[in-house]
């Protein structure tokens, strides 16, 4: 289900996360609560005037691409940040997956379809103990090691 991509580049966030939406389509047949999740369009190139109206309206920089409001596993709600393959968080999303996990919520990073598609499964399922190896935790120094990572980079 991977897209393959003739040029040797990595597929775009976009077509990966396409990708995902067209099985979540096909999977909420098997797991209804599919159908609650959701994309924040956060990405995007945007005049001055549209980005400080959105903004007006709520629009915050770095909030995770999907999210999945419904309880499982002992989370209030399910976020996933999206990335190609080879991307990496800014630190505004780190510092967005930080607290929405410090209140409770699952929270993940996915750089493609298939990790992404994991976690899904795994949460909607239940399965807590699957869902667990994709989760990002504070209590594992998870987002301190991103950010770590992310310096380094620079």
Known sequence: MSLDNRYGKAPSEAAEQSL??????FASVKYPVLDMLVHVPNE???????GSELKRQGLKAGYPDLALNAARCGYHGLFIEMKKRGGRATYVQIDWLECLEHEGNAVALCDCMESARNV????VRGDKHALDRF????????FDLLRERKGRLK
């Open 20 to 25: 995902l939406l067209n099985w979540v389509r």
């Open 44 to 50: 995007g190139k945007r005049s001055a005037r549209a």
């Open 120 to 123: 899904l499964e795994s949460y």
């Open 135 to 142: 989760l990002l935790k504070a209590e594992n120094d998870d």
